[in-house]
């Protein structure tokens, strides 16, 4: 069984945070007129011997991508918009489509890969990338 897990840029301070993911919509009055919007949320729980403890942040909803279950060949942790690399020479971004993760624009399943690319970033940081 893989490891379902996300990742997101925190909106307080831009960095990245990596764990559960949720989402719900929270009901503001704004000049009186009530505003609906979407909140995202990654954290972690974590146990330290004796209590259970979560930490969520609150997360831009465009930036969160599913960890994909594979590394690449330098052990890295692989997911949805990361930029990888091949032969120094193909670049290529992980997205989900047809139930399965897939590498555009070669359109090759990435699972066919032994993962043996390299992240070189993502379509958040590095959009020159694309």
Same mark, same amino acid.
């Given at each position: 069984m893989r490891e379902i897990k996300f990742r997101g840029k925190r909106i307080d301070n831009g960095e990245w945070v990596y764990g559960d993911y949720y989402k719900k919509h929270v009901y503001d009055i704004i000049d009186g007129v009530e505003k609906n919007r979407l909140v995202c949320y990654i954290g972690l729980q974590s146990f330290d011997g004796k209590? %259970? %403890?979560n930490e969520y942040f609150e997360v831009d909803h465009q930036t969160?991508?599913? @960890? $994909?279950?594979r590394k690449d060949g330098n052990g890295a942790e692989v997911y949805e918009g990361d930029f990888l690399l091949f032969d120094d020479e193909e670049t290529d971004t992980v997205v #989900?489509? @047809?139930s399965? #993760? #897939?590498? $555009?624009?070669?359109? &090759?399943?990435? &699972? &066919? @890969?032994?993962c043996g690319g390299e992240i070189i970033g993502n379509i958040h940081d590095n959009p020159e990338l694309a």
């Amino acid at each position: 069984m893989r490891e379902i897990k996300f990742r997101g840029k925190r909106i307080d301070n831009g960095e990245w945070v990596y764990g559960d993911y949720y989402k719900k919509h929270v009901y503001d009055i704004i000049d009186g007129v009530e505003k609906n919007r979407l909140v995202c949320y990654i954290g972690l729980q974590s146990f330290d011997g004796k209590n %259970w %403890w979560n930490e969520y942040f609150e997360v831009d909803h465009q930036t969160v991508g599913q @960890y $994909t279950g594979r590394k690449d060949g330098n052990g890295a942790e692989v997911y949805e918009g990361d930029f990888l690399l091949f032969d120094d020479e193909e670049t290529d971004t992980v997205v #989900w489509s @047809y139930s399965s #993760w #897939w590498l $555009t624009p070669i359109e &090759d399943r990435l &699972d &066919d @890969y032994a993962c043996g690319g390299e992240i070189i970033g993502n379509i958040h940081d590095n959009p020159e990338l694309a």
